[in-house]
C-alpha cells in the first residue's frame, strides 16, 4: 500500500513539474531558510522531519525491520542510534561545515542549495519512485 501511494506521489510530481523553459519554481520552505532564526529553523527541521511522508515511512520501514530482528534491548538502542545517524549525517556534515568553516562553507552550501532548489522536482521524482518500487517489491516478496 504504501508502494502504490509513493508511485502515485512521483506520478503526482512528474505531471506537476516544470516544462522546457520554465523556472521550476522553489518550495516555499527552502525560499524562506536563508532569512530565519535559529529557532524557527529547528521548528522547520521538526517538522520537515516529523511531518515528511518520505520520512515517516522510511521510519516505519526501519522500526519494524528493527523490531522483528528479534534483537536484545541494547542491540535495539544501538541500532536505532544508528538508523538516526545515518538518517542525519548530511544535516549534521552541513552544519559543522558551516559552523567550523563559515567563510569556506558559503560558496559550496549555496551550490548545492542551487542545485538541490533547479532539480528539486526531478530529485523528488527519483526519490518516490525508488521508494515506491522499494515498498511494492518488499510488499510482494513478503509470503
Known amino acids: 500500500?504504501?508502494?502504490v501511494l509513493f508511485l502515485l506521489m512521483a506520478l503526482r510530481q512528474w505531471r506537476?513539474?516544470?516544462?522546457a523553459?520554465?523556472?521550476?519554481e522553489m518550495p516555499r520552505w527552502m525560499a524562506?531558510?536563508?532569512s530565519i532564526t535559529w529557532p524557527r529553523a529547528l521548528a522547520?527541521?521538526?517538522l520537515l522531519s516529523a511531518a515528511n511522508p518520505k520520512n515517516l515511512a522510511l521510519t516505519v520501514a526501519a522500526s519494524a525491520s528493527i523490531a522483528q530482528a528479534g534483537l536484545e534491548v541494547g542491540e535495539r538502542l544501538l541500532a536505532d542510534a544508528v538508523f538516526v545517524a545515518i538518517g542525519s549525517i548530511t544535516v549534521v556534515g552541513a552544519v559543522?561545515?558551516?559552523l567550523v568553516a563559515p567563510r569556506r562553507s558559503v560558496g559550496p552550501l549555496e551550490r548545492v542549495r542551487g542545485f538541490m532548489a533547479e532539480h528539486n522536482t526531478a530529485i523528488m521524482i527519483v526519490l518516490l519512485l525508488v521508494l515506491g518500487v522499494k515498498f511494492l517489491g518488499?510488499?510482494?516478496g513478503t509470503p
Request: proline share 4%; hydrophobic share 50%.
Open 32 to 34: 524562506s531558510v536563508g
Open 16 to 19: 506537476k513539474r516544470p516544462r
Open 21 to 24: 523553459g520554465q523556472q521550476a
Open 44 to 46: 522547520l527541521g521538526v
Open 138 to 140: 518488499d510488499a510482494l
Open 96 to 98: 559543522l561545515f558551516a
Open 1 to 3: 500500500m504504501i508502494g
